[in-house]
């Protein structure tokens, strides 16, 4: 299928017209569960590829049908792909739970974690295969499992009509290279029927577990929206629960019987606590952040990049009980870091570097192996380029010569041998000219207090609000550089913000030899043809879902919209298309003729920019 995908419409994807549940395409012949049943029968003992005979039809049952969108012609290939179609009736879900897309989009994370949950409690998705040739093989079930994190997915879907689709890969039984048709029948018949009824209609679950789950992510996301005009860039509830169990484990931290350890739980301090309303909820109270330069201070472990991590996630929605339902951040945050060794393409970081050695130009910089200032300077950039109306940075993930350059290093190391003006003279320029905030955690760079507009320390995992302190310390203490020389450091203003257009000649190169694939290897590695894009630094990818549709769409779009229009424009081409309120968006990702992919997750334009810009065989040209 992927060798296929530059084949879709105008718009890297599918048309306009309105959908319902696109099992009812003309192209999927109506059948019945008997002959589903008859067909495997038939097939038992045959040659593997003989599965390809159940392919594309739909299997009508009590109230659902299956679909079998693509066999695979050998066990040890890649599992086969289905879809399980319920009709209005069978789902069965209130029409107050079908209102909008963000309700919809919310009670199909609920519909696929219980599917999950169904097959994960019966074993249908432990692995059955052998080494042995002629051991059976086959007879797993698996789905994408849901993070904290509720996003819009293809993996379940409900529609306006209220029909629901479930889609799964399933791994056909067999032994050796034989079909084990009768084994099959059952697994599809029996053991999957039952697992559809426990997880997909409503008369299955609690009609108040249902509400509480919509509920909560429509008001999570009633509340983003409206960060803006609340004057705010970001919002931390109180009794918010925000550190995890691990660094693989996303899940709310645990209390210690043994130790008697409690999780701390967030409290905003007085002066910035504010009152926020949501449809369901309520009244909110909780931690408001204004714009402007944030700082996020205090000792080692004491929760500063817990409290910025939550914010990094805070442009999603999350699960209740997960303890950061109402930690939200504005939508097109983005988390900078400095990032050695990545590729850079014709980016504009003259505002940050200038007077290379060798001339080598800022303004049009390009390079397959950045350094951690030239990187960070990047990933700035291109954020801005794209829109980005607040940058997350920890100094611990920063380059230090980019962060600040002290008043006896600028005495030692004159201004025309230095080619970087560090960040702390640029943010306050970059909030007045562009209107971009920052949240900023520093542990050791004092100077950044002159430039605050709010400073909060955690104080074992409390944040209190020292702005007045930090102030009265600048004022007592002040920065040894004048504003003249400061001036003559950073300019008048924070500088150009280049728009850039992408080719499809890179994206040609890196897929140009023969059976060339698009393959999200994992949450950090993208497999890109010829090339492989390291995602490890974009830090606000949550699922490995988004991976895959990153890499099917740019597959998918090259040939279609890079057209000499600018990034952001083709990115908000995009985002446009994704937003439309007619059945799964998800879909558009491929050529209409394709069939429908269980595999994605809604990603940011942002992430998708990351992604084509770290793409090596890349090529931009400025605007």
């Known amino acids: 299928d992927r060798d296929r995908a530059g084949a879709g419409d105008a718009d890297g994807g599918h048309d306009d017209s309105p959908q319902t549940a696109p099992w009812r395409r003309e192209d999927v012949h109506p059948s019945t569960k008997q002959d589903l049943m008859r067909k495997l029968h038939n097939i038992d003992g045959r040659q593997y590829p003989c599965y390809r005979d159940i392919e594309g039809a739909s299997y009508e049952f009590e109230g659902f049908s299956l679909v079998l969108d693509k066999a695979q012609t050998d066990p040890f290939a890649p599992p086969s792909r289905m879809r399980v179609c319920a009709s209005a009736p069978f789902a069965n879900y209130p029409k107050v739970h079908l209102a909008n897309k963000t309700r919809r989009i919310a009670l199909a994370d609920y519909i696929v974690r219980k599917f999950w949950e169904c097959v994960h409690a019966v074993g249908l998705d432990e ?220 980016v504009d970081i003259s505002c940050f570097l200038n007077n290379l050695p060798m001339n080598k130009p800022t303004d049009t910089f390009s390079t397959q192996d950045a350094s951690g200032s030239t990187s960070q300077a990047s990933n700035i950039m291109e954020a801005l380029e794209v829109g980005c109306s607040t940058v997350l940075i920890d100094e611990d993930t920063c380059a230090t010569n980019f962060m600040i350059r002290d008043y006896r290093m600028q005495l030692l190391v004159a201004k025309d041998k230095e080619p970087i003006t560090p960040f702390i003279l640029k943010v306050r320029q970059m909030f007045h000219d562009l209107n971009v905030s920052s949240i900023c955690v520093v542990g050791g760079a004092g100077a950044y207090l002159e430039v605050a507009d709010t400073v909060i320390m955690m104080d074992s995992y409390s944040p209190k609000d020292v702005t007045a302190d930090a102030k009265a310390i600048v004022s007592k203490i002040p920065n040894d550089m004048s504003e003249e020389e400061r001036l003559r450091e950073s300019g008048k203003a924070f500088g150009r913000v280049a728009q850039r257009v992408p080719t499809a000649d890179g994206v040609r190169s890196a897929l140009s030899q023969p059976k060339a694939k698009v393959t999200a290897r994992t949450l950090e590695t993208l497999s890109f043809g010829s090339e492989t894009i390291d995602l490890s630094s974009v830090e606000q990818l949550v699922e490995k879902g988004q991976v895959a549709a990153i890499g099917d769409w740019i597959q998918t779009a090259s040939s279609k919209l890079f057209d000499g229009t600018p990034l952001k424009d083709v990115l908000t081409r995009m985002q446009d298309r994704m937003d439309k309120d007619d059945g799964c968006s998800m879909d558009r990702i491929r050529p209409q003729w394709m069939a429908p992919h269980g595999n994605y997750a809604r990603p940011r334009k942002q992430e998708v920019a990351a992604a084509l810009n770290r793409l090596r065989t890349m090529k931009f040209s400025q605007v």
């Open 127 to 346: 692995l059955k295969q052998s080494a042995n040739y002629n051991a059976v093989k086959g007879g797993e079930l698996n789905i994408e499992r849901p993070s904290q994190h509720v996003l819009e997915r293809t993996s379940a879907v409900v529609f306006p009509s209220g029909e629901v689709e479930v889609r799964f890969q399933l791994s056909l039984p067999g032994r050796g290279r034989t079909i084990l048709g009768d084994k099959c029948a059952d697994l599809m018949c029996n053991e999957l029927a039952k697992v559809i009824g426990r997880a997909i209609p409503a008369r299955a679950h609690s009609a108040e577990d249902v509400t509480c789950h919509v509920d909560s992510v429509e008001d999570q996301e009633h509340l983003r929206n409206g960060l803006s005009s609340l004057g705010l860039i970001g919002f931390v509830a109180n009794g918010a629960l925000l550190p995890r169990r691990g660094g693989d484990d996303d899940r709310p931290m645990e209390g210690s019987r043994a130790s008697g350890v409690r999780p701390v739980l967030f409290q905003s301090p007085p002066s910035l606590e504010v009152t926020v309303k949501v449809p369901h909820r309520g009244a909110i109270r909780g931690m408001g952040i204004k714009p402007g330069v944030t700082l996020i201070v205090g000792g080692g472990f004491h929760g500063k990049s817990t409290l910025l991590r939550a914010l990094e996630v805070g442009i999603y929605n999350h699960i209740p009980g997960d303890g950061r339902e109402f930690v939200c951040c504005v939508h097109d945050a983005v988390k900078i870091r400095a990032e050695d060794k990545r590729v850079v393409h014709n």
